[in-house]
């Protein structure tokens, strides 16, 4: 679910995107590390749990602070689809 690799940027930043299969995916970049996670709609908790997971283990690389960043954007484009499909057609 994760995929670190080189990446010239040497401050940490997120942004997250949907693929072209609709899968959500979250980009972690930290100390020159690229952590890619993804997972298919209706898939979140199992994300967050691998995210608790990886937190807990200090050779991850992932501390409890990025979770956290991870967890709330996911959390953020969640409601934001989800006032999407609130909204009537045309608004």
């Not at 997250?16 to 298919?40: I, N, P, S, W």
């Not at 898939?43 to 807990?56: C, G, H, S, V």
Request: charged share 25%; with cysteine.
């Amino acid at each position: 679910m994760t995929e670190p690799s080189e990446d010239i940027q040497t401050g940490p930043s997120l942004h997250e995107q949907k693929t072209e299969d609709g899968c959500r995916e979250l980009v972690l970049v930290k100390q020159g590390q690229r952590y890619v996670f993804r997972c298919a709609p209706g898939q979140e908790p199992r994300l967050l749990d691998q995210l608790i997971e990886m937190a807990r283990d200090s050779e991850s690389g992932i501390e409890w602070f990025d979770a956290a960043m991870l967890t709330h954007q996911l959390g953020v484009r969640m409601v934001d689809q989800l006032q999407q499909v609130k909204q009537p057609p045309g608004t």
